[in-house]
């Protein structure tokens, strides 16, 4: 059991501004941080991120994956849009993370640097699709591993399961942001994720924030959904 408090980001996967718009604002005041991720910025274009962040805290999430010269750039070219949290994926290897820490940490005025979070093993893959993609010994080790590179080179936290936080915590101790999507309240449908939990065992676990999407944007009230799961956060 820990006293951590645990924060609820939004997931607003969606094609269109005005839809994004309503739900960012159901979410209100349950969700402090809205994220925007791949589907949104290809359809909508970054004009459209910037907007609807304006005057909200963002999670950009563009889950950087390139070599370390490339994501640095990229890094770079993301400061007009002031996130407040960006990713990258920690596979990339030592030199792509410590290449988009230096960038945060150039392209950013020290007061308004986002927060550096590498993605580990993605919640969509269990233990066999990760074997299949060439990584023996299970998403745990491999998460695991990829923390510690990733926290030995700049990243400020990481995007885990829940189901990894006890061990993340038992490793790194508390400083590390962690960040968790994979979230399902009781008995709602994990479509795509495998390595799911609760919202209230996430925080229990020792989660910063849990993102949730779906389970938000797919209710038929999207602020009673965001209500419930920001309540299990405190319960
Ligand atoms: O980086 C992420 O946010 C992320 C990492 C990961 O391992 N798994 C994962 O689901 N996500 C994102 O978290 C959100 C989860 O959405 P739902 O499954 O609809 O709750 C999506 O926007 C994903 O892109």
């Known amino acids: 059991m820990t006293d951590r408090q645990t924060g609820l980001i939004a997931a607003l996967d969606t094609r269109d501004p005005t839809q994004a718009e309503r739900w960012a604002h159901a979410v209100t005041p349950h969700a402090s941080v809205i994220k925007l991720g791949l589907e949104f910025a290809y359809a ?12 909200r805290a963002l999670f950009l999430d563009l889950k950087l994956h390139d070599i370390p ?3 640095g750039a990229a890094v770079g070219s993301l400061a007009s849009l002031k996130p407040a949290m960006l990713t990258i994926h920690a596979s990339g290897g030592s030199a792509m993370v410590a290449a988009a820490s230096a960038a945060r940490n150039d392209a950013f005025a020290t007061t308004a640097r986002p927060l550096l979070l590498a993605v580990t093993v993605l919640t969509s893959l269990d233990d066999a699709a990760l ?3 060439g990584v023996a010994g299970g998403a745990r080790a491999q998460v695991l591993r990829l923390a510690e590179l990733a926290l030995r080179n700049g990243a400020d936290g990481l995007v885990c399961s829940a189901r990894e936080l006890e061990a993340l915590r038992r490793e ?11 979230i399902r ?8 994720q495998k ?6 065992e996430a925080r229990r676990a020792g989660a910063d924030w849990i993102v949730v999407g779906r389970p938000i944007t797919g209710a038929d009230d999207p602020a009673a959904a965001a209500a419930a799961i920001a309540a299990e956060l405190t319960s």
């Open 185 to 192: 309240p009781a008995g709602a449908a994990a479509g795509d």
């Open 172 to 182: 790194f101790g508390e400083s590390p942001v962690l960040v968790t999507p994979g």
């Open 195 to 200: 390595r799911v939990m609760t919202p209230g």
């Open 69 to 71: 010269n490339t994501v």
């Open 44 to 55: 909508a274009g970054f004009g459209a991120v910037a907007r609807l962040a304006a005057g």
């Open 131 to 133: 074997a299949e993609t």
